[in-house]
């Protein structure tokens, strides 16, 4: 199954009566309540998906900002969001998929099989002159029922000895990863032995994916090794392993990222260390 979906084939599946749950998840770091903007405009029948509550758990600093949520919770989110055995599941956001991806990931890892990332988000779908609905869309409850454990995870103990293994990135703004500036974490810099990727090299101008071709040749430095990702608390990461997944390569996520790393008192090294 692909893991994009893109604006012409979302609106030919609606004009055809088979339109796929969507969900919108729109949230930055510095405007994490994407409610409002939901309800100003979204796609037809989408129903908005918190990532700060529906997508991560709440604990301690040293669990990280956003640690994954149980297959409970996480069952009992993807219900209310009208999600059934069997469904197809379109998720999106304000345009490059940054935080529509966690929603893609937590999915796949919650055993569906048939998700896919709106390519270019609202922004594309706006653009192509496709309509947009205002107010709250409450669907009825869906009886979906969620595994657990179908994506690669590591931990901070697997992360801190994986580049002597594979190779882990880290899809920080490079200003970050080099430690040159940290606006959220305690401390600056980046594990030791990760590789810069950000994931902001991902997408072209338009937010959307980079075709195939540039994709494979940015990831041809990789390397047979095995592959982990880690950004500031494991949201822009799953972006970097759907990029990858397009391209063909697989990659695990270290969810605590960062943010977990960093108040944990952990080795940090400073610098540039590019693929």
């Given at each position: 199954?692909?893991?994009?979906?893109?604006?012409?084939?979302?609106?030919?599946?609606?004009?055809?009566?088979?339109?796929?749950?969507?969900?919108?998840?729109?949230?930055?770091?510095?405007?994490?309540?994407?409610?409002?903007?939901?309800?100003?405009?979204?796609?037809?029948?989408?129903?908005?998906?918190?990532?700060?509550?529906?997508?991560?758990?709440?604990?301690?600093?040293?669990?990280?900002?956003?640690?994954?949520?149980?297959?409970?919770?996480?069952?009992?989110?993807?219900?209310?969001?009208?999600?059934?055995?069997?469904?197809?599941?379109?998720?999106?956001?304000?345009?490059?998929?940054?935080?529509?991806?966690?929603?893609?990931?937590?999915?796949?890892?919650?055993?569906?099989?048939?998700?896919?990332?709106?390519?270019?988000?609202?922004?594309?779908?706006?653009?192509?002159?496709?309509?947009?609905?205002?107010?709250?869309?409450?669907?009825?409850?869906?009886?979906?029922?969620?595994?657990?454990?179908?994506?690669?995870?590591?931990?901070?103990?697997?992360?801190?000895?994986?580049?002597?293994?594979?190779?882990?990135?880290?899809?920080?703004?490079?200003?970050?990863?080099?430690?040159?500036?940290?606006?959220?974490?305690?401390?600056?810099?980046?594990?030791?032995?990760?590789l810069s990727m950000p994931t902001a090299a991902n997408v072209g101008p338009d937010g959307r994916f980079l075709p195939l071709p540039e994709l494979a040749a940015r990831f041809a430095g990789l390397g047979e090794a095995p592959v982990a990702v880690y950004c500031g608390s494991g949201v822009t990461a799953a972006h970097a392993i759907a990029a990858l997944e397009v391209?063909?390569?697989?990659?695990?996520?270290?969810?605590?990222?960062?943010?977990?790393?960093?108040?944990?008192?952990?080795?940090?090294?400073?610098?540039?260390?590019?693929?």
């Amino acid at each position: 199954m692909s893991v994009l979906i893109d604006v012409d084939e979302l609106q030919t599946l609606l004009a055809e009566g088979r339109s796929p749950r969507l969900l919108d998840v729109r949230w930055a770091l510095d405007a994490p309540n994407g409610a409002p903007a939901h309800l100003a405009g979204h796609i037809p029948g989408a129903v908005y998906v918190s990532l700060d509550d529906d997508l991560a758990a709440h604990g301690e600093p040293t669990d990280g900002r956003h640690p994954l949520p149980t297959r409970e919770a996480f069952q009992a989110a993807a219900r209310s969001w009208g999600v059934n055995d069997g469904d197809s599941v379109v998720v999106y956001d304000a345009g490059p998929a940054l935080a529509a991806a966690r929603a893609w990931w937590l999915l796949r890892h919650a055993g569906l099989t048939d998700v896919r990332i709106l390519d270019g988000g609202l922004a594309a779908w706006a653009t192509s002159g496709a309509p947009v609905e205002s107010g709250p869309v409450i669907p009825q409850p869906g009886t979906v029922t969620l595994s657990w454990g179908h994506m690669p995870v590591i931990d901070a103990d697997a992360a801190a000895t994986f580049p002597s293994r594979g190779t882990l990135l880290d899809a920080r703004a490079g200003e970050r990863y080099r430690g040159e500036v940290e606006p959220v974490d305690p401390q600056a810099g980046h594990i030791p032995g990760a590789l810069s990727m950000p994931t902001a090299a991902n997408v072209g101008p338009d937010g959307r994916f980079l075709p195939l071709p540039e994709l494979a040749a940015r990831f041809a430095g990789l390397g047979e090794a095995p592959v982990a990702v880690y950004c500031g608390s494991g949201v822009t990461a799953a972006h970097a392993i759907a990029a990858l997944e397009v391209a063909g390569r697989e990659a695990a996520l270290y969810p605590g990222s960062w943010s977990q790393w960093s108040n944990q008192g952990r080795p940090v090294a400073t610098g540039a260390q590019a693929v």
